[in-house]
């Protein structure tokens, strides 16, 4: 593997960009600190219903802010090429621990608007003046009902840290204290690890994926009663801040705090189960093609087709995603052309580099793009994925003011799978390999599986277990694990054995330690899907639709910012599009079968 240095410059990105050198870098992150870090906010602080004060206020913030984050971004950009460099660590926690000093100062400012009277905020909300800032109002307004007194917010921001710690806790459980074997894996005896776990159940033998499953659960099964009691005083935590917020549930609780209609998450629970057959044919399908007498939980991700690589060179492959995207037209095709040329994106895996790809930027500069690029046709959706986080905040940067420019979570994974999904069907439609074809439809099968179906389930657990706390029924293991071994019942059917350890899956997934998240992994493809059959059904209107999503940044509730691309998920249309899709594309691939 290539150290950093040998990288050739043309597959790097331009850091220097930001700041010319660390020497320039030092000098800003020492004047911020200078200017900010006690900073005298006594002309701010009471005096936030008086317009002049506000504008000035929210401005210094946004100055810090943009400042703020460049140095960051230089620090974590060049710590994460190489993660050995100790000058590059140590800038990136000294940077972190600026973030937090700074902006714990201005810590007044939304109670003090909250405390501001209906007619004082609406004034402000018409005011062309605060055009930047009329969103951000409205959501204050809109929340007020649920906001307390100043003294009881103050108890409650005090015992923040004690709240938010189950998440801590269960990492700790996770990761210090799960004390997973060993197990053999192509014919060697290897440490089960959380990322190996995934390895093993795709391509392991059939015997050295059951070893890999029973051992990996049976660590979890060892820990369940702690972990059992920390998600439940997770759940209870949710369940006091809905209390003494005034909120129907948690899950209206959660929903309100994204701007997002609770009829949104009502649809995704009731359409998938609709669509439940659909699951199960698939499933029943693979049990078929991979020739099994018994299909067991830990078979679901043996591949249906040998992985069919394009094996191509970096450039050869981004000028593949560039051509496969041509429906979005030549004005994003020119923007993927300038981002490979203007130094957006780090290609080669080298040592000391950190593994996966992301997106990242700020709004003063352009997008920056890791990748570790291997030959294989997963790399190139990879590319096809980041690039198109990477355009959403160039348009949403380009055409926002920086107040409005950042896109919410629910809205982040729209863009790249609208990309994954163009790139796919470009290459089927062009291939004459049969085997080829049936390898892109078992990944996009198993991507609406993995996305759609599993993550729903997620969901669905989560309501069910919030629902049963908010009654005030004890989540003990056995509670949680009926749930739970229900649920995977009812989403993958008869065709495969339900072997008694799944019913421990909850226990072991991170992201229900952030309640009511995992949903938007669902409708993100849900939404994707719609856009990138509307793009190849219409063309240019749709197309133009689209660009005006990707340029709205977070300008208003998200819901509203995906109906200017045609996708209203306050109705069941789109869910119901994603379902037939999935239908149609196991039809196709059992059309191709011998």
Not at 39 to 61: H, I, M, R, V
Not at 277 to 286: L, V
Not at 294 to 311: A, F, G, R, S
Not at 530 to 547: H, M, N, P, Q
Request: aromatic residues 12%; negative net charge; contains cysteine.
């Amino acid at each position: 593997m290539l150290e950093r240095k040998n990288v050739p410059e043309n597959l790097k990105w331009k850091v220097s960009d930001i700041f010319t050198n660390y020497e320039e870098w030092e000098k800003e992150f020492k004047a911020i600190e200078a200017e900010y870090v006690d900073y005298d906010f006594s002309a701010y602080k009471g005096n936030l219903g008086d317009k002049k004060t506000l504008l000035a206020c929210f401005g210094l913030s946004d100055v810090i802010s943009r400042r703020i984050e460049k140095v960051y971004l230089y620090a974590h950009l060049n710590h994460d090429v190489d993660v050995r460099d100790s000058q590059f660590t140590s800038a990136h926690a000294m940077v972190s621990a600026l973030i937090s000093k700074i902006f714990a100062q201005f810590s007044f400012v939304d109670p003090e608007l909250t405390a501001l009277s209906d007619e004082t905020l609406q004034s402000f909300i018409n005011d062309p003046d605060f055009t930047p800032y009329e969103y951000r109002l409205r959501t204050v307004m809109a929340g007020k009902a649920h906001v307390l007194s100043e003294a009881e917010e103050k108890l409650l921001t005090l015992g923040g840290d004690v709240m938010r710690d189950f998440q801590s806790v269960f990492s700790m459980l996770n990761n210090a204290n799960l004390n997973l074997p060993k197990a053999m894996l192509f014919g060697e005896e290897t440490q089960i690890s959380h990322g190996m776990y995934g390895v093993a159940l795709r391509s392991g033998t059939a015997e050295e994926r059951k070893e890999w499953f029973e051992k990996y659960y049976g660590a979890f099964i060892k820990l369940i009663d702690a972990i059992a009691q920390t998600y439940y005083s997770n759940v209870k935590k949710d369940v006091f801040y809905t209390t003494v917020r005034k909120y129907d549930s948690c899950l209206a609780r959660a929903m309100d705090g994204e701007d997002v209609d609770i009829a949104v998450y009502n649809n995704l629970i009731e359409t998938v189960h609709s669509a439940l057959p659909i699951m199960h044919d698939y499933i029943s399908t693979r049990k078929a093609v991979l020739g099994m007498e018994e299909q067991h939980m830990y078979d679901i991700y043996v591949p249906l087709v040998e992985n069919t690589d394009i094996k191509l060179p970096f450039d050869q492959a981004y000028d593949l995603v560039i051509e496969g995207l041509a429906p979005l037209g030549e004005d994003y095709q020119n923007l993927l052309r300038k981002g490979r040329e203007d130094g957006w994106i780090d290609v080669c895996e080298n040592e000391g580099k950190r593994s996966g790809a992301y997106s990242s930027g700020v709004y003063d500069t352009h997008p920056y793009v890791l990748l570790n690029y291997q030959e294989t046709t997963n790399d190139i959706f990879t590319v096809a994925h980041e690039m198109g986080h990477a355009l959403h905040s160039y348009k949403s940067n380009e055409t926002q003011p920086y107040a409005k420019a950042d896109y919410t979570i629910f809205l982040a994974e729209i863009a790249s799978t609208v990309n994954e999904v163009l790139l796919l069907k470009h290459l089927y439609k062009n291939s004459e390999d049969k085997n080829l074809k049936k390898y892109l439809l078992n990944y996009y099968m198993d991507m609406i599986r993995a996305t759609l179906f599993r993550q729903t389930q997620f969901a669905e657990f989560e309501q069910i277990a919030h629902a049963k706390a908010e009654a005030g029924e004890p989540l003990t293991k056995e509670v949680l694990n009926k749930v739970y071994y229900q649920l995977n019942k009812d989403y993958y059917g008869e065709g495969i054995v339900h072997d008694e350890e799944i019913a421990y899956e909850w226990a072991r997934i991170p992201h229900f330690y952030t309640s009511f998240y995992v949903y938007k992994y669902a409708t993100g493809i849900i939404s994707a899907i719609s856009i990138a059959k509307r793009i190849l059904t219409e063309g240019e209107t749709a197309v133009k639709d689209y660009f005006t999503f990707l340029s709205s940044g977070g300008c208003t509730d998200p819901v509203s910012i995906l109906k200017k691309a045609g996708v209203d998920l306050t109705t069941k249309a789109p869910f119901e599009a994603a379902m037939q899709e999935f239908k149609d594309t196991l039809e196709e691939f059992k059309s191709l079968q011998d």
